[in-house]
């Protein structure tokens, strides 16, 4: 990566857990976390303020956004490799 791309633009403060997933909304200012307290966030990168928050029963280790930006998916891990989807919820803007 050229040095201009490698410092971070923001640093979000406030949790200190392993994050497993993240994935950035197609508009490009939100992004959906997948986190050790068995939780999904949805966060604004402007202001870094969490606008969304679902607590899990299980772990979710993968998740995925539609690309219409109004769904979020999410996975759970059975065995090493199978993965089932256990989350799937529509998002308001």
Known sequence: LPASHRKPVRTS???DGNIFSIATFPDGKRIATATA???ISIWRLEDGAEMMKWVLKQYAYALVLLDDG????SAERLQMV?????LMKTISK
């Open 13 to 15: 403060e406030g949790y």
């Open 82 to 86: 199978w993965m089932k989807v256990v």
């Open 70 to 73: 109004k769904h979020v998916v």
């Open 37 to 39: 307290d068995k939780t």
